[in-house]
């Protein structure tokens, strides 16, 4: 035998004794509890990032929270796109960036998977991140919708891969309000899955879907640590800028004209939808908008939706009054423009909540139950069109010209609403005992 052959072997053995060593880890281990964690010296966040807004929405949103109560902990952001950055952007914040995925997850897990490991990281990284895991007084899970076989089952398995981690290091866990579920997923994943789940999603402190439907996802595997609850961003109004920049941001606070409407795309609509169908409704709206008189900003909420911006804008190309912000702004800034419209045309997420927030009405173009849920919670169901059906254009700039009348009224309502979604929210019930 060749020394390659006898090589391939070894390596074909050595997977075959880490599948078992991985499997029997994942469903045989010790059914561990959080341990008194209290002393440590670290608060971990995952599922964060900051290059889409809404993530970084929630990361600023849950750092400062636990800057506030507990100043003598260390902040750490897993996150590998993030660890990618300059070290001077990263050097900005008052909290550190490890990085994170399943090269970072796998030997935590099976001390074999190593030799799978890809060598982006060195060493003295991965022990970093060990010795943060070891001293970590709670993992906080923030991913916005990333357990569902509506995303990638990959991605459902590293979502498991975090609780058992957690589970590892005897660490209290927190998943914060995301979207959850459905779990439809093929028999032959669903023979994977299905146990790691049944074993697994007992263990985290408190599960907190954003929706009705998430809630019923999970009620075959784990009841008793779930409730619903309202996007975390939501919750808080304003951010403490000191606990979040080491050094005071200097912030872009554009201002906007009166009688302004924004429009923010989503790509993961276009993705479900027409093309030409969907830039012809905006155009609608656009027209209509401006047949009453009003000034229209077309932004983006995540870096992926500029090209959308600038080809709504193209069909407008030569009007002063249909204005495109192409400017790179945080979710601060954001909030900051989106704060100033009476109403807006939003198909990202966050930029709904980031309008409710500021009691700014939002006509929805959306392509998940979130979206519809969101809307229907603060009484705004008529507002909500389905991005991933064709969308009567008619019907579309009917409710344009409504809301364009009557903001006054709806941003009353979902004030109301709000004040009821803050005065219990979820940072108190949870760590101010």
Not at 57 to 84: C, H, N, W
Request: proline residues 3%; negative net charge.
């Amino acid at each position: 035998m060749s020394e390659r052959c006898r090589e391939v072997a070894r390596n074909m053995s050595l997977a075959a004794s880490t599948e078992k060593e991985l499997l029997s880890t994942l469903l045989f281990s010790k059914d561990n509890h959080p341990t008194d964690s209290t002393d440590r010296s670290n608060i971990i966040i995952i599922g964060g990032e900051l290059f889409n807004k809404g993530a970084q929405a929630m990361t600023f949103t849950v750092v400062d929270q636990m800057s506030k109560r507990f100043p003598e902990k260390d902040i750490i952001l897993l996150s590998g796109r993030d660890y990618q950055r300059s070290t001077d952007e990263k050097s900005q914040y008052t909290f550190e960036i490890l990085p994170w995925g399943a090269e970072i997850q796998l030997p935590l897990l099976s001390p074999s998977m190593k030799y799978f490991n890809t060598t982006e990281f060195t060493n003295d990284v991965v022990e970093q991140i060990h010795e943060a895991l070891e001293n970590c007084s709670f993992l906080i899970d923030i991913n916005g919708y990333a357990f569902s076989s509506q995303c990638s089952f990959r991605g459902s398995i590293i979502y498991i891969n975090n609780i058992i981690i957690a589970r590892k290091f005897g660490m209290p866990m927190y998943i914060f309000p995301q979207s959850i579920g459905p779990f439809d997923y093929e028999m032959a994943k669903k023979q994977v899955i299905n146990p790691l789940m049944e074993t697994y999603l007992q263990y985290p402190e408190v599960i907190c879907p954003r929706e009705v439907e998430g809630v019923e996802s999970l009620t075959p595997y784990t009841r008793d640590n779930v409730q619903r609850e309202f996007d975390i961003v939501l919750q808080k109004q304003g951010y403490d800028i000191r606990n979040i920049y080491l050094d005071k941001p200097n912030l872009r606070y554009e201002k906007i004209q009166s009688d302004a409407v924004g429009i923010v795309p989503n790509s993961k609509v276009f993705e479900h939808a027409d093309h030409e169908d969907l830039y012809s409704l905006y155009d609608a709206a656009i027209e209509k908008l401006l047949s009453e008189n009003r000034t229209i900003y077309i932004l983006r909420h995540s870096v992926e939706d500029l090209d959308l911006c600038r080809n709504i804008k193209r069909q407008f190309r030569n009007n002063e009054r249909v204005i495109l912000l192409e400017d790179e702004l945080n979710a601060i800034e954001l909030e900051h423009i989106i704060n100033q419209f009476d109403f807006l045309i939003g198909s990202r997420y966050h930029s709904l909540i980031h309008a409710y927030k500021n009691h700014t009405p939002v006509i929805t173009i959306g392509w998940a139950i979130k979206y519809k849920s969101l809307l229907r919670d603060f009484n705004q169901g008529e507002y909500f069109f389905e991005g991933r059906e064709k969308i009567n254009e008619k019907e579309f700039t009917v409710a344009v010209s409504k809301m364009s009348e009557q903001y006054s009224r709806e941003s009353s309502t979902i004030e109301t609403k709000l004040k009821i979604v803050q005065q219990n929210n979820l940072f108190n019930r949870l760590f101010d005992k």
